[in-house]
């Protein structure tokens, strides 16, 4: 395999996950919390301390999510990096850049409504697949009338989920469009 193929894979790979982690980073700026879940953010991110009444499991989950958090903030920048570096690389091919764009836009659009798709089919099934794999240790199911489950009802999660997911699609067809565009500016310069 040739290394223009090798890197569009990449790209292909890294594209969404780095839309959809920009996607979740941006939702987090406009989403309206309440008091007492702008305390757990604050917690999560480090600002503040967690404000007394979550039991000893939702203390040990929230630290979890901390970790987590923490890690996906290192997984962005790394992806950030990556995709800086393969777009560099084609500054002067503009036929290879162009494809990257499209191609990294569908592979986007395609990955967004493939979990769009299962996530209208049984959202709590996505829901529990993605602790499952984030927080394998268990720890994260609660009663209902748990404080942390109150303070933050499947509806959150719904809700921001549908921001995520509405922002990567306009970012995976940012991506096709500035492929279209800059292709038809590439054709009128020859």
Not at 60 to 84: A, G, I, P, Q, R
Not at 99 to 115: C, D, E, N, S
Not at 155 to 160: A, D, E, G, K, L
């Amino acid at each position: 395999m040739n290394k223009n193929k090798i890197l569009l894979i990449l790209f292909c790979i890294y594209l969404p996950f780095f839309l959809i982690l920009s996607a979740y980073k941006t939702s987090l700026l406009f989403i309206d919390l309440t008091p007492e879940q702008k305390n757990v953010f604050d917690f999560l991110e480090g600002k503040s301390q967690l404000e007394e009444g979550f039991t000893k499991n939702e203390v040990s989950h929230l630290e979890d999510v901390k970790k987590v958090m923490e890690y996906s903030n290192y997984f962005f920048y790394f992806l950030l990096l990556v995709l800086t570096l393969i777009l560099t690389s084609y500054k002067n091919d503009q036929k290879e850049l162009l494809k990257q764009l499209k191609y990294g836009g569908i592979t986007t659009i395609a990955l967004v409504f493939f979990i769009l798709i299962a996530s209208l089919a049984s959202f709590d099934h996505v829901f529990s697949i993605f602790h499952q794999i984030f927080f394998p240790q268990g720890n994260w199911t609660f009663p209902f009338d748990s404080r942390l489950i109150q303070t933050f009802p499947l509806q959150f999660f719904i809700t921001i989920s549908k921001k995520i997911f509405f922002t990567s699609l306009v970012l995976g067809i940012i991506f096709i469009l500035a492929a279209l565009y800059l292709k038809y500016v590439y054709g009128k310069r020859d």
